[in-house]
């Protein structure tokens, strides 16, 4: 079991940056990938970004490559986005997830293969 919190979303100006994070708890919260997804009204949730159990692996998806890097500290089990050069495309409410199962290699992209999610946060980004 997992639980996942995160935070650092909000209001800000296109060209600004965010950090977000993605606090983990649980026995295997260091052991699992941890994916971020969004979704914007009327949209499905998409895929941004995910980081293997160790951070030897990473994933983006095209839209936010070069803009947005994905890292973890497994010492306090939190995964951290760090958003740069944000577009107005960019506004949706992201969520992290964790994989379930533990120690795979690489980064799952589907978000019906993740089991566990957070509450989600709210990144806008004005023009």
């Known amino acids: 079991q997992v639980q996942l919190v995160e935070s650092g979303g909000g209001l800000v100006q296109a060209g600004g940056s965010l950090r977000l994070s993605c606090a983990a708890s649980g026995r295997t919260a260091g052991s699992v990938a941890v994916g971020w997804f969004r979704q914007a009204p009327g949209k499905e949730r998409e895929f941004v970004a995910g980081i293997n159990w160790n951070g030897g692996y990473s994933d983006y998806v095209d839209l936010v490559w070069g803009r947005f890097t994905i890292s973890r500290d497994n010492a306090k089990n939190t995964v951290y986005l760090q958003m740069n050069s944000l577009k107005p495309e960019d506004t949706a409410i992201y969520y992290c997830?964790?994989?379930?199962?533990?120690?795979?290699?690489?980064?799952?992209?589907?978000?019906?293969?993740?089991?566990?999610w957070g509450q989600g946060t709210q990144v806008t980004v004005s023009s």
């Open positions: 997830a964790a994989d379930p199962r533990a120690y795979r290699a690489v980064v799952l992209r589907t978000h019906d293969e993740y089991k566990y």
